[in-house]
Antibody, heavy 115, light 111 residues
C-alpha cells in the first residue's frame, strides 16, 4: 500500500524558512515523479512544483508564486521528498500535501506564516 | 499560469447526473492529454478520480466520466449518491512551461 507521510510544518515568522519532508513507502520511490500541492485555509488547491525521477533527469519545476523561494529535492536512498521554503510570506500559509504526481496523496502538514 | 475556471457550485438529486466544466486555454487544457479530476471531502486529502482526460483509476466507480472539447474539460457524475457530495478540482499539465495548474474548484451538493 502506498503511504506518504508529511512532516515539518509549524508556525514560522514572515521571512523565515522551513523544510518539509515526505516519507514514502509501498512503491518504488526512485522511479516516481513527485509533487507538492498546497491549500490555503478555505481555498482551492494550488500546485507548488514537481521533481522528476533521476532516470528522467531529476529536474524540477516550480510554480511562479514560489519560484526562487522554494526548492524541491529528493533523497532516493531515504525514500524521502523535501520542500525547502525560504523567505516565507503570510500568503504561503496552507496545508502542504505531497503526492505521487496526483495518484496518491499524504494527509498534509500545516504551515502557518505569522508574526 | 492562471487557474482553470470552474463553476463555484453544482447540485443534483440522488440518481441524477451533474456535469462540471473546466475551462483553460490552448496552452493547458486544449493542448494537453494530461487533464485530471480530483474529489476532496472536507478535511481530507484529494483523491484522483479521472486522469488523462477520461481514464478512471482502479476502484473509481464508472459513474464518474471525463471528456474534453477544445479548451474545456468536463466531469460527469451519473447516478448521484450522497457520498459524491464534495469539492471537485480539475488540473492540467501545460507543456509550454512544464507546469501544472488546478481549477478553481466546484462544490457539488446532493440535494
Amino acid at each position: 500500500e502506498v503511504q506518504l507521510v508529511e512532516s515539518g510544518g509549524g508556525l514560522v515568522k514572515p521571512g523565515g524558512s522551513l523544510r518539509l519532508s515526505c516519507a514514502a513507502s509501498g512503491f518504488t520511490f526512485s522511479n516516481a515523479w513527485m509533487s507538492w500541492v498546497r491549500q490555503a485555509p478555505g481555498k482551492g488547491l494550488e500546485w507548488v512544483g514537481r521533481i522528476k525521477s533521476k532516470t528522467d533527469g531529476g529536474t524540477t519545476d516550480h510554480a511562479a508564486p514560489v519560484k526562487g523561494r522554494f526548492s524541491i529535492t529528493r533523497d532516493d536512498s531515504k525514500n524521502t521528498l523535501y520542500l525547502q521554503m525560504n523567505s516565507l510570506k503570510s500568503e504561503d500559509t496552507a496545508m502542504y500535501y505531497c503526492t505521487t504526481d496526483g495518484w496518491s496523496w499524504g494527509q498534509g502538514t500545516l504551515v502557518t506564516v505569522s508574526s | 499560469q492562471s487557474a482553470l475556471t470552474q463553476p463555484p457550485s453544482a447540485s443534483g438529486s440522488p440518481g441524477q447526473s451533474v456535469t462540471i466544466s473546466c475551462t483553460g486555454t490552448s496552452s493547458d487544457v486544449g493542448g494537453s492529454k494530461y487533464v485530471s479530476w480530483y474529489q476532496q471531502h472536507p478535511g481530507k486529502a484529494p483523491k484522483l478520480m479521472i486522469y488523462e482526460v477520461s481514464k478512471r483509476p482502479s476502484g473509481v466507480p464508472d459513474r464518474f466520466s471525463g471528456s474534453k472539447s477544445g479548451n474545456t474539460a468536463s466531469l460527469t457524475v451519473s447516478g448521484l449518491q450522497a457520498e459524491d457530495e464534495a469539492d471537485y478540482y480539475c488540473s492540467s499539465y501545460a507543456a509550454s512551461n512544464n507546469l501544472d495548474v488546478f481549477g478553481t474548484g466546484t462544490k457539488v451538493t446532493v440535494l
